[in-house]
């Protein structure tokens, strides 16, 4: 039994001392030859020239010269020894509030008083610009985003913020919060501590990769013309100055294109403003056609002497017709946002669809019911006393056609109803969205039976009869249009 455990206490032993020298897991090594070697790196032995294992079949310490690796198995098992640095890429992403008032502005920042956000009344909006306050009560949409740190933060607060999380100790550390620094703009503090990683002892980082990054540094701390004008134009794109954008990033290429860390910056930023552009001018579209073929129709309606048939056809065709409410809406929204027509369709085809919008038929749904069918067939018959001769009751109500309806509201000057039924026809027959299935409201007149019970005094009393309903028009029901 002694034995056993002093047996044991050994290979334990032999374990930790060969978990400490080497890697603690099996790594599959691929060579260019197409073999495989796995075994466990001893990092303490690997050098710039060769990576040395130790076969987990053999125990024997293996030398390979990195050139015969994979280069994408070289490449990382390097960067994990410290032989090359692997630069970060991007910005730096943070978690932020955006926030929409009454009016529809959109501000983005971080709330520093959320806690006693409630008792103060307002919101303290942290901005790369400074703080803004915005009373709680104007607050209409609130949403928790990702948004660069650099849109909230200067580029000294964000150093300052990242130091107070941890303070740098090893060469690791120093390597860290240099690229995070290089990445946001301290562009400073990111020379001090690239410094800092080749004067420690413990860095095992290439000092010809490290003063390459502090030659770049020095070169925009040097450059601050370019680093200015690469700041315009990311203001351009947080505030949707897109053709402002467009243009500096031109002249900023024609000037720095050449350089190879600012082609890097210049490709970065030129897909930000594209992708950018894009989101913006979707949303745009999408909240503002909606609005304009509403207005069209509204104009039309008031303008000339359409006819019903000639009305629905206006509001039912689409883009391709040359005299229709959604070409008509494309270009004045294409004019608007300074687009083309044809960018307008595209970008309607991939906006957003969350929110559900509604169009009302109201009293004119009969007009679009189909197999309408009289409502005083359907009615109660009127009772008289036996014996005597029966009233005369009134002629019922005549149906409504859909000349006359039409001709009435444009008559009685009722604009808004003739434009909100042209628009729940340009919603369900135009093709122009994403229908839904459509609701239908009872007649709170007659409580959806297409009828209403009068009563009229005569010499044998009162004479309960029907007439045919005067809201609906003997459609029973308002059909509500929904759609994305």
Known sequence: MRRFLLTALVVSLIAVTASSKGSKRPIPVRLKDGSRVVGYIEENSCTNEALVLRDMRTKRKITIPWSKLMPETAHKLRVEL??????????HMIKATRIRNKTGNVFTGVILNRATAAADGYYELKKSDGVLRIRISDVREETIVEVDARRVFTP?????RKLAEK????????FQLAEYCRLVGALEQAKEHYAKVLRLDNSKYPESAIQRLISLVEKRLNSRDAE??????????VYNRFAKAKAELALFTEQYGSDEDFAREIERIGQRLE?????YFANAVAKRLLSEVKKV????????????REAMNFASAGPSADDSASKTAIDNVAADLKLMPE???????????????????RDGTFMVEENLKDALSRAPKPKFAKGRKPPKLPKPRPAMTAERWWKGKRKSRKWSELRDFLYAVWAEKSGAVELLPPKQDACQTCAGKGYVIQSISTTSGNVIFANRCNTCHMATHFRIVRFK
């Open 297 to 308: 129709l509204g104009e039309k309606v008031r303008a000339d002497e359409l006819t019903i």
């Open 82 to 91: 410290g032989f090359e640095v692997e630069e970060a890429r991007g910005g």
């Open 228 to 237: 200015g004008k690469l700041g315009s134009i990311s203001r351009h794109i």
């Open 167 to 174: 303070a740098p100790e090893t060469a690791s550390d120093h």
């Open 343 to 361: 960018e307008v369709v595209e970008l309607w085809k991939v906006r957003p669809k969350r929110v559900i919008h509604k169009a009302f038929y």
């Open 156 to 160: 000294m607060e964000l150093y300052d």
């Open 275 to 279: 992708k950018s552009r894009a989101e």
